[in-house]
């Protein structure tokens, strides 16, 4: 299994957790030494029994062959688990030389249903990273956000492969920030930065390739109207949005312009960190009629609308959505408790209860 992931999301943790509880052996390539026990690798891994771990495996992307080796050995001697940052290489590597020998999941931060007391508007004002999200004051979490971005950007991005100057990539993700949630286009984005179109969309690549970005993507079958094509973009951690934006407290997030783009993309991330195997995608027609989200779930289209207000009432568009994308059930997510029906098949609800409508 490749457990794949930005850094300090908690891959290594969970992955200590899981090796504490049975016979294995743990590898941190970052480390030197553990790097050094593997510059043979056939020799160092294939007496080794139980849980194999190994962890920042994009750094020693060597590795793959051999472990497509020692996975078809009968009978099965050792299981892998493999952490990364979710290198663009790695994920190559990976379906290409143990295609068939792999499941990746995908880690983020926390979700709303993994906290033991669940605060809904602290995981959207910090995001989703452990340590912002359990830091001591609003100060704290902001700078441990701070230093996240700016160690991301001068040291991970160029470990991953990404030969851009950290400036100019800062630039171009607080750019993003201010379209998250809106249509994408690389073009507009381009001008703005004096870059080439092309070299907008390898950036923008990039920070999806990392797991900090999220290029949703329209559902455009032909349903007899003119539809977007283009995708629409999320900075996929809510704090890290707030940061790049400048935003320090609730109280500035309530005022921001971005503050309803912020308050989608954080739903959309705890429903699909919630639903894995969903298809996920956004639906707008070109006369402005739109789905938040839609998703293809055990054979059933389902949508999501997203709200910000006390009381969401029904909608053209969502009318719209319900009629031309023959959808099962429309729910409409809101930050209140009161769970209500607004006709047949739409129903406005929490995000708790969404959640577990959906499980």
């Known amino acids: 299994m490749a457990l794949l992931g930005p850094r300090q999301c908690g891959k290594t943790t969970l ?12 590898f941190d390539l970052e480390n030197p030494i553990d790097l050094a026990r593997l510059s043979e690798p056939m020799t160092a891994l294939e007496s080794l029994r139980g849980l194999i771990v190994i962890d920042e495996v994009q ?16 009978p099965i001697r050792a299981r892998f688990l493999i952490l990364g940052s979710a290198s663009p290489e790695l994920l190559r590597q990976s379906s290409e030389t143990l295609a068939g020998r792999i499941a990746i999941v995908e880690m983020a931060g926390f979700t709303l249903e993994e906290l033991s007391r669940p605060d809904l508007n602290r995981l ?20 441990w956000r701070e230093d996240f971005i700016r160690t991301f950007l001068e040291r991970d ?24 949630g809106g249509i994408w286009n690389s073009s507009e984005i381009g001008r703005s930065l004096g870059e080439a179109h092309t070299t907008v969309k390898r950036h923008l690549d990039a920070l999806s390739g990392a797991l900090v970005v999220r290029v949703l993507e329209p559902w455009y079958a032909n349903v007899g109207k003119r539809l977007v094509k283009s995708p629409k973009v999320y900075i996929r951690d809510s704090g890290l949005l707030h940061t790049l934006l400048g935003i320090g407290d609730r109280r500035q997030l309530d005022g921001h312009p971005v503050v309803g783009g912020s308050w989608e993309g954080f739903i959309i991330e705890q429903l699909l960190a919630h639903l ?34 006390d009381a969401p009432k029904m909608t053209p568009s969502m009318g719209s959505a319900l009629k031309d994308l023959e959808l099962h059930r429309l729910l409409v997510v809101y930050p ?7 006709r047949p098949k739409v129903e406005v609800m929490s995000l708790a209860q969404c959640m577990a409508e959906l499980a």
């Not at 750094?59 to 009968?74: A, E, N, Q, S, T």
């Not at 894995?276 to 707008?284: D, G, M």
């Not at 408790?337 to 607004?342: A, D, F, H, N, Q």
């Open 157 to 180: 991005l160029a470990q991953l492969g990404v030969q851009v100057p950290s400036g100019t990539m800062r630039r171009f993700w607080t750019m993003t920030a201010h379209y998250s």
């Open 59 to 74: 750094r020693h992307p060597d590795l793959f062959p051999i472990l497509r080796v020692l996975l078809d050995r009968k």
């Open 276 to 309: 894995p195997k969903a298809k996920a995608y956004y639906w707008r027609t070109q006369a402005g009629a739109e789905l938040d989200l839609l998703l293809f779930l055990k054979g059933r289209r389902i949508g999501i609308e997203i709200k910000r207000a």
């Open 336 to 342: 209140g408790s009161v769970r209500y029906t607004l």
């Open 124 to 143: 959207w004002l910090r995001g989703g990273f452990p340590r912002s999200f359990l830091a001591r004051t609003e100060a704290a979490s902001t700078a």
């Open 15 to 26: 992955a200590r957790q899981l090796a504490g509880e049975s016979q294995s052996t743990y």
